[in-house]
């Protein structure tokens, strides 16, 4: 449940309302807006369904949400989020963010490289697995610590943010250390308790779709990272499992507007694991950006045939600077089409 303040409440009156909420056992979060302070409710509103917040003076409307996501709904915060990472802004009028670079990291030289490449094609975030979550336990498992220290110091050299992934709690700080954005990975996206543990450090936090997750589990997902306190959800589509096998994942593109209509939050698109064929990456990118995306993640590698990881599904640097260009033709007609919709 949502209480809409009237663009005249008072504090006092503001203030009434809460200390009613809370007396009720529940807590609130207060979303200030451009013109209404809107309060969201938090947990089992079932028990105050009959309180006639309407009759509290000050009090606009009150909203009976049916999701079970509240803090990230369109209803409780209806102005668009931006991210900021470090000055790089994600979401809202911002321009499209690219986050580039391989799919692990294997040495200095290599991110290095890597991080060159995507900084010539613009990208603002470099990419890199330390912790890698590997199908075969017998797979390249990543660098860890070694390898986050390669990524901080090749984004340092050229000017980057980091996105890297933590797949676990008991790696949490040490990832955080490096990291400006911590990456949730598709086999975690319902790992409840590290989506708790990742929101309460303040970090800006990239979400990634489940393999087979729903629109509803996603931003159930998001709702548990925005309940610690923590309003720097970056949505991340990179395909869900279907029976199609021709490419690695189904790259769901309706999930961009679709988390749009629902929610506040920026979301990107990841056009290589969503389609796991390097010739199909450029095409996706393309198509994300037309679909409405903040942004995206892509990976790149000097030489994809002897990656470490994810080598298919790589672009070299002809072939990611290619899809650059064309991903900002693409930007300058979309930010166009923006601006007919005003
Ligand atoms: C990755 O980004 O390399 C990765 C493992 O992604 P996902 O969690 O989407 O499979
Ligand atoms: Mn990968």
Not at 86 to 96: A, P, Q, S
Request: glycine share 8%.
């Amino acid at each position: 449940m949502i209480v809409i303040m009237k663009s005249s409440a008072t504090r006092e009156q503001l203030d009434r309302v809460v200390n009613r909420v809370k007396k009720e056992g529940l807590d609130v979060q207060i979303n200030q807006g451009k013109d209404h302070v809107v309060i969201g409710l938090l947990g089992d509103t079932h028990t105050i369904q009959d309180v006639a917040f309407n009759s509290y003076d000050g009090v606009e409307d009150t909203v009976k949400i049916s999701n079970t996501y509240k803090l990230t709904s369109r209803e409780f915060h209806p102005q668009d989020t931006v991210v900021d990472v470090n000055g790089v802004k994600i979401g809202g009028d911002e321009n499209f963010v690219t986050m580039a670079g391989p799919c692990s990291i294997e040495g200095l030289d290599q991110i290095r490289e890597c991080a060159r490449i995507a900084k010539a094609g613009g990208a603002q975030v470099l990419r890199g697995g330390a912790f890698k979550p590997r199908t075969s336990p017998y797979a390249f498992q990543g660098l860890e610590e070694e390898g986050l220290k390669y990524i901080r110091q090749a984004a340092d050299e050229f000017d980057m943010q980091v996105i890297t992934e933590v797949m676990d709690e008991a790696n949490l700080e040490l990832v955080a250390k490096y990291s400006d954005i911590l990456q949730i990975g598709a086999r975690n996206m319902q790992n409840f308790k590290l989506l708790q543990a990742v929101g309460k450090t303040g970090k800006p936090i990239g979400l990634k779709r489940g393999i087979s997750g729903t629109i509803d589990e996603w931003l159930n997902a998001a709702e548990y990272i925005a309940v610690q306190n923590n309003n720097k959800v970056i949505f991340i589509e990179r395909g869900i499992r279907t029976y199609e096998t021709a490419t690695r994942n189904t790259f769901d593109l309706s999930a961009v507007p679709l988390i749009k209509k629902l929610s506040h939050f920026p979301i990107i698109v990841d056009p290589s694991h969503g389609t796991g064929i390097w010739d199909l990456v450029a095409p996706m990118a393309r198509a994300g950006v037309a679909a409405g995306a903040d942004g995206m993640i892509v990976e790149i590698h000097p030489d994809p045939a002897n990656a470490w990881s994810d080598g298919p599904q790589s672009l070299t640097e002809k072939t990611y600077l290619n899809m650059m260009q064309e991903v900002n033709i693409i930007e300058k007609a979309m930010n166009e089409i923006k601006a007919l919709e005003k």
